[in-house]
C-alpha cells in the first residue's frame, strides 16, 4: 500500500526546494512527499492520486499563489480529498515585512475564510 502523500504549492522554486527537504528529513519514513510550482500541476496531481486511490494527507498551499488559485486549490482537495488537511505556507516575519502584498493578500485570504466561503473583494 503506498503512503499516504504530503502535497506543497509554493511559486518560489528556493522555497519549495527548502520546504521539500524540512518535509522529507521529517515525514519521509510514513509520508511521500510531492511538491509543485503551479496551482496547475497541483490540481494535476490531486487527480491523478483520487484517480489511483491513494490518501493525500495533507495539502499545503503558498502565499505565492494568487489568492484565487489559492482558493480554487483547496476547493479541489476538498473535493477530490475530503479528509485531507489544509494548510497555508506563509513566509516569515521578516519576509512579509519586506513584501507588503503578502500582508494584504494574508489579510484577504482570512476575511475570505471568516465570511464563510465567499470570494474575497
Do not use: K
Amino acid at each position: 500500500m503506498p503512503l499516504p502523500v504530503i502535497l506543497a504549492v509554493d511559486g518560489h522554486e528556493q522555497s519549495l526546494s527548502d520546504i521539500e527537504r524540512e518535509l522529507d528529513d521529517r515525514y519521509s519514513r510514513s509520508y511521500r512527499v510531492v511538491t509543485v510550482t503551479t496551482a496547475d500541476d497541483a490540481t494535476v496531481a490531486l487527480e491523478g492520486f483520487a484517480e489511483a486511490g491513494e490518501d493525500v494527507a495533507v495539502a499545503l498551499v503558498s502565499l505565492t499563489l494568487d489568492l484565487t488559485e489559492a482558493t480554487e486549490l483547496f476547493r479541489r482537495v476538498r473535493s477530490l480529498h475530503p479528509h485531507a488537511q489544509r494548510g497555508l505556507i506563509i513566509e516569515s516575519v521578516a519576509e512579509a515585512e519586506a513584501s507588503p502584498a503578502i500582508t494584504d493578500r494574508e489579510r484577504r485570504f482570512d476575511d475570505f475564510g471568516r465570511a464563510g466561503g465567499t470570494q474575497p473583494a
